[in-house]
């Protein structure tokens, strides 16, 4: 138990390292989950159920939710299977909060999810990141969001190429936002825990600016006819 503890310790002091010693230290909460289906865009009806059972997800903008994992069945639905995980990221100081989530049964959609208890893990810095969808207010189109994009890492102190993704929705009760996926490339081992500590745009606790290590999936990547760009020159 002692080797664990310690080696446990290293690790954090390794991140703080990595982080600055600036800001309290962003964890991994992961869920077990069990359950069926979900609807592929799933991320409001899931932070509407967990902030009924643990208030904090809504309370703090700090509290990211990761989007559900598994095999997708059909254009709508996504079927859960046993590596499925329910994934927050959250400071170290909120994470007692998130254990009334273990245990319990939430409705997302016209789906029940049973929730596991949780194991815990340090954020790991990666050149790479990806997020399904990033969604910055009043930026539909790719250049003007690519704009605030741009400023949003320049504020947080992060150089890295930008790989765009394909322009994505996003339901919420009343409307839709519209965002695009990302990957980001090149990344140095403090850019890396910054963006994925803190995100980009907004509706983090729906799933948004949600990064994960590794590279945008090719079949995600957006094409330029996709980002409203010249595409002269192309074959009809």
């Not at 273990?102 to 789906?111: F, I, L, M, P």
């Not at 729906?206 to 074959?235: C, I, K, N, Q, Y």
């Amino acid at each position: 138990m002692g080797l664990i503890v310690d080696a446990w310790l290293l690790l954090f002091e390794e991140y703080e390292t990595l982080c600055g010693g600036e800001m309290e230290p962003v964890i991994e909460a992961c869920f077990a989950i069990q359950g069926e289906r979900v609807p592929v865009d799933h991320g409001w009806k899931l932070f509407a159920a967990l902030s009924a059972v643990a208030p904090i997800v809504h309370e703090r903008q700090d509290v990211a939710v990761g989007p559900l994992e598994g095999c997708q069945y059909d254009k709508g639905s996504l079927v859960l299977g046993p590596r499925s995980r329910l994934i927050i990221r959250t400071p170290e100081s909120c994470y007692r909060e998130l254990l009334l989530l273990a245990g319990r049964k939430v409705r997302v959609g016209e789906s029940w999810i049973q929730i596991g208890f949780p194991s815990t893990r340090m954020l790991r810095p990666r050149a790479s990141l990806n997020a399904r969808i990033v969604v910055i207010t009043n930026r539909l189109e790719w250049v003007a969001f690519e704009q605030e994009l741009r400023r949003q890492l320049r504020e947080l102190g992060v150089q890295a190429e930008i790989v765009p993704g394909k322009r994505r929705v996003l339901m919420l009760k009343r409307h839709t936002c519209v965002g695009w996926g990302l990957g980001l490339e090149g990344l140095t081992a403090d850019a890396s825990l910054k963006v994925q500590e803190r995100g980009l745009g907004g509706r983090r606790s729906m799933g948004a600016g949600f990064f994960v290590p590794g590279s945008l999936p090719p079949g995600a990547m957006a094409t330029p006819r996709d980002l409203g760009l010249d595409v002269e020159g192309e074959e009809a």
